[in-house]
């Protein structure tokens, strides 16, 4: 599962949106944990070129993300998700998050469309750290502007043209059946 974060919405307010998402995926496919939860923060990418000391996040934001990952620890510990995933983690934001975490993530998730090799130090620095690697090709603008309003408009035409939508956030899950990698459920 990987949750959007959208620019929208105030970090405050995200850890209650990751505790709504993960319980409508929950409900979605009649499961009690999932594997993986891959968090996308607003306004982060992966830029191989960014992944130098000048590139450090700053101290408030760090915070913003230390906050959201506090949640996905307690819904760990809770047995509600087995590993923790990040989006767009260079060696940078990586090295200042694990100072504020219990548990490591299990997976850094980049986005390779721009670049095409991943830097050998967030390479090395991940292998050190006991992180995989895995790339993705989502878009970095995951529910555009009025897209939202324009399905729902479709759908239930009570809703008036001039009422502007926004979505909380976005999630986007696959459930495989174990044992046999048959996709069960895409969403």
């Known amino acids: 599962m990987k949750l959007f974060y959208l620019p929208n919405v105030p970090p405050s307010d995200r850890c209650a949106h990751t505790r709504d998402a993960l319980s409508a995926v929950l409900q979605e496919l009649n499961i009690e944990s999932i594997d993986l939860l891959i968090v996308s923060f607003p306004n982060v990418s992966f830029d191989a070129d960014d992944d130098t000391a000048e590139s450090e996040p700053p101290e408030t934001q760090v915070e913003e993300w230390a906050r959201t990952y506090r949640t996905l620890e307690e819904l760990h510990h809770e047995g509600k998700i087995k590993k923790i995933g990040l989006s767009e983690f260079g060696t940078a934001r990586l090295s200042k998050i694990l100072t504020c975490t219990k548990i490591k993530p299990a997976v850094d998730q980049i986005n390779v469309r721009d670049c095409c090799v991943v830097p050998k130090p967030l390479i090395l620095y991940a292998r050190g750290q006991g992180i995989e690697l895995l790339t993705?090709?989502?878009?970095?603008?995951?529910?555009?502007?009025?897209?939202?309003?324009?399905?729902?408009?479709?759908?239930?035409?009570?809703i008036s043209e001039d009422q502007d939508l926004h979505p909380l956030w976005v999630v986007k899950y696959t459930a495989v059946i174990k044992d046999r990698g048959v996709i069960e459920n895409k969403g």
Do not use: Q, Y
């Not at 993705?136 to 009570?158: Q, Y």
């Open 136 to 158: 993705h090709n989502d878009c970095t603008d995951i529910m555009p502007r009025g897209t939202l309003a324009s399905l729902v408009k479709k759908e239930f035409p009570i």
